[in-house]
Nanobody, 118 residues
Framework: QVQLQESGPGLVKPSQTLSLTCTVS??????????WSWIRQPPGKGLEWMGA???????YYSPSLKSRTSISWDTSKNQFTLHLSSVTPEDTAGYYC??????????WGKGTQDTVSS
């Protein structure tokens, strides 16, 4: 059974870069047709898809966040990482990693709460 686990700092200051890592177990992130995504939910708001990295290593980004977002992977550790630069308090959210297939999200991590505050 595939499992995903997020890890992150919990607290980051404005203008800094938020870096989150998702560790995947029970399956390889290079398996064909899977996409490994980052999705967030600010307090009181809905889910926002931020971006993904494909089984080929190609990244995809939400147009609204593209200028501040970078997603990379480490296949030797079966991990993928989100970097969100120039954060503001509006980036405070629960951050989730997930596995996407053709029909949508099939597996979710438990999420990590990250706050932007000085």
């Amino acid at each position: 059974q595939v499992q995903l686990q997020e890890s992150g700092p919990g607290l980051v200051k404005p203008s800094q870069t938020l870096s989150l890592t998702c560790t995947v177990s029970g399956g390889s992130i290079t398996t064909t047709d899977y996409y490994w995504s980052w999705i967030r939910q600010p307090p009181g708001k809905g889910l926002e898809w931020m971006g993904a990295i494909a089984y080929s290593g190609s990244p995809y980004y939400s147009p609204s966040l593209k200028s501040r977002t970078s997603i990379s992977w480490d296949t030797s550790k079966n991990q993928f990482t989100l970097h969100l630069s120039s954060v503001t308090p509006e980036d405070t959210a629960g951050y989730y990693c997930a596995r996407e297939e053709n029909y949508g999200v099939s597996h979710w991590g438990k999420g990590t709460q990250d706050t932007v505050s000085s």
